[in-house]
């Protein structure tokens, strides 16, 4: 059975830091692209990171660029999305997904960006003071 299942989400003071972990199971992510996303309360689905199996090269949404990191460990089938100096504007549910091809595809102009075939079920990130 194919999962991915989010973790490490939480409530943070503006200006720290959280790491999000992707576990996969039922599928063995190193063919994989991988990418996060995240839904704020009121507004659209919107690409965040996403990171190719084939070069291992890396994508960022321009509001996280620098803050922000994707990585993979494909021994442990786990997805990383390491956050730091986090704001109020980050809230939101993340969502970890699976592309069938080994590379990301950026579409410009789709709020996406990222097109991906499977789904977590994601988790809550709160900053806040």
């Known amino acids: 059975q194919l999962q991915l299942v989010e973790s490490g989400g939480g409530l943070v003071q503006p200006g720290g830091s959280l790491r999000l972990s992707c576990a996969a199971s039922?599928?063995?992510?190193?063919?994989?692209?991988m990418g996060w996303f995240r839904q704020a309360p009121g507004k659209e689905r919107e690409g965040v990171s996403c990171?190719?199996?084939?070069?291992?090269?890396?994508y960022y949404t321009d509001s996280v660029m620098g803050r922000f990191t994707i990585s993979r460990d494909n021994a442990k089938n786990t997805v990383y999305l390491q956050m730091n100096s986090l704001k109020p504007e980050d809230t939101a549910v993340y969502y970890c997904?699976?592309?069938?091809?080994?590379?990301?595809?950026?579409?410009?102009?789709?709020?996406?960006?990222?097109?991906?075939?499977?789904w977590g079920k994601g988790t809550l990130v709160t900053v806040s003071s």
């Open positions: 039922g599928f063995t992510l190193r063919d994989n692209a």
């Open positions: 990171i190719s199996s084939s070069d291992g090269r890396t």
């Open positions: 997904a699976a592309r069938w091809a080994p590379t990301c595809t950026v579409v410009s102009g789709n709020r996406q960006q990222y097109p991906m075939n499977y």
